[in-house]
């Protein structure tokens, strides 16, 4: 007899995951689809390179400084509940985001869209492992839902590209409505709602911090670029950000329940794989920016032709990701992880003579390289991860590793961005950002080794 989960429908449960899926799918669409659009945005509402820097990072501020009090909030008010108005909103600030008339409500809306996807990730993960109690089951679920959003990660760029040659760079916010709408019609037709647990504590002073130190740090390493690294500004920014990130630790510490349990952290690898995800994720996204900038501002390309130019570096991503599980097999997890950050080092550096009038075609093997790193260090990453803490603890484990991921996409942005702000520095400052990302990445892989042989 066929097994059937909790009684369900087998087609049910596979909608359920195409739900899921849809949800993370389109937060990581978002993620990199707005590159392509740089240009445009640019040239529509006005506005200089630190407000196209905000339009990035305030989608990824909101989405990581709010990932793991949404999945708290969901485990009091139920998974379901919260998927569905996590969904709803991330719809509804796409259309705010497509209609925006200036840069500030444009960004406005970003921060929208953020909440939205900082609800949709965990509650997403919560339905799953509901939805499949049998653990052979739910592992080949969570690696569909996975593989989904690595594609729409993949995918970003050249959609983006595809939709703005096509209808306008609004448009690339417009797409995110019918997926909505189908996932949240999938989800009030067969996803089952998840025990509620009322007693759950939000550590709203933690989060209030956390929110308060990741702006601070990012509205000054935005700023530095344009006012000066020596403005009496910029220092007050730093020193306000380690003021709060002080106050965070302290009442992350004295909360009964909070909201990053600062314990995790004693075990090892938990602290090293973390570590590693921000490094990464630093040197990468923040050069996906950087080129984008390139691609569109020195080199006149589209927005079409910006997508298909980073084709090669996300080519190069979905299939590594599915050879890390044999590769790792063969090599083990440490050794896995920072042969990926070597070889994404590598194009960085190879990448770090750029020239103004560099051709295309020179620049493709360092853009592979950069891809096939990222997408073989990320499988183990994961898993060592969620392999570090007990099992209790996976939910938040997975929330620590998105969200220092996210911090570090939006640390990258926002310096990379400030190094490459002014036109006339642009390759100066492009090639200080490709050398930082070769150390970031070499710093990554040699903590990875020395750390699990400790």
Not at 25 to 44: H, K, M, R
Not at 47 to 54: E, I, K, R, Y
Not at 56 to 85: E, N, P, Q
Request: proline share 4%; glycine share 12%; hydrophobic share 55%.
């Amino acid at each position: 007899m066929r097994f059937m989960p909790t009684s369900r429908s087998a087609r049910a449960t596979s909608l359920t995951l195409a739900a899921m899926s849809l949800g993370f799918g389109v937060v990581q669409l978002d993620v990199t689809i707005v590159n392509t659009a740089l240009g445009a945005i640019s040239g529509s509402l006005g506005g200089g390179v630190s407000m196209l820097q905000w339009v990035v990072s305030s989608y990824t501020i909101a989405f990581a400084a709010l990932i793991l009090t949404a999945g708290a909030l969901g485990d009091r008010l139920g998974a379901r509940s919260m998927f569905m108005s996590g969904f709803a909103l991330f719809t509804a600030a796409s259309i705010a985001c497509a209609m925006a008339p200036t840069p500030a409500s444009l960004i406005a809306a970003r921060v929208v869209q953020g909440i939205g996807a900082a609800v949709l990730v965990p509650n997403s993960l919560a339905l799953l492992n509901h939805a499949y109690p049998d653990s052979t089951q739910r592992g080949s679920a969570v690696g569909i839902w996975a593989a989904g959003a690595s594609l729409a990660l993949t995918a970003g760029p050249l959609v983006g590209g595809v939709l703005i040659a096509l209808q306008g760079w609004r448009s690339i916010f417009l797409v995110n409505v019918p997926i909505g709408l189908i996932g949240l019609w999938l989800t009030w037709c067969y996803a089952k709602e998840t025990a509620r647990s009322p007693e759950r504590e939000i550590d709203l002073v933690g989060q209030l911090t956390a929110i308060a130190a990741l702006t601070c740090l990012t509205g000054t390493l935005i700023e530095g670029g344009a006012l000066g690294w020596g403005s009496h500004w910029v220092q007050a920014g730093f020193a306000a950000f380690a003021a709060l990130t002080a106050g965070f630790i302290i009442s992350e510490r004295r909360s009964r329940e909070p909201m990053l349990p600062l314990l995790l952290f004693r075990e090892p690898m938990f602290a090293l794989t973390s570590i590693v995800g921000l490094l990464a994720n630093a040197a990468f996204y923040g050069l996906i920016f950087v080129l984008s900038l390139y691609f569109q501002q020195l080199h006149g390309f589209s927005p079409l032709r910006t997508g298909l130019a980073f084709l090669p570096m996300m080519a190069m991503v979905l299939p590594m990701n599915l050879l890390a599980a044999h590769i790792t097999a063969q090599w083990g997890t440490a050794t896995t992880i920072a042969a990926g950050a070597v070889i994404a080092a590598a194009g960085c550096l190879m990448l770090s003579g750029i020239e103004s009038g560099t051709a295309y075609w020179a620049l493709c093997a360092q853009l592979m390289a950069m891809g096939a790193g990222l997408g073989l260090l990320v499988p183990p990453l994961t898993s060592a991860l969620l392999g570090s803490v007990d099992k209790a603890h996976s939910g938040v484990a997975a929330g620590v590793l998105n969200s220092t991921r996210q911090i570090g996409s939006v640390l990258g942005v926002a310096l990379f961005g400030s190094l490459v702000a002014q036109q006339s520095a642009f390759i100066a400052g492009a090639r200080v950002s490709l050398i930082v990302s070769t150390i970031l990445l070499l710093t990554a892989a040699a903590a990875i080794m020395v750390g699990s042989r400790r």
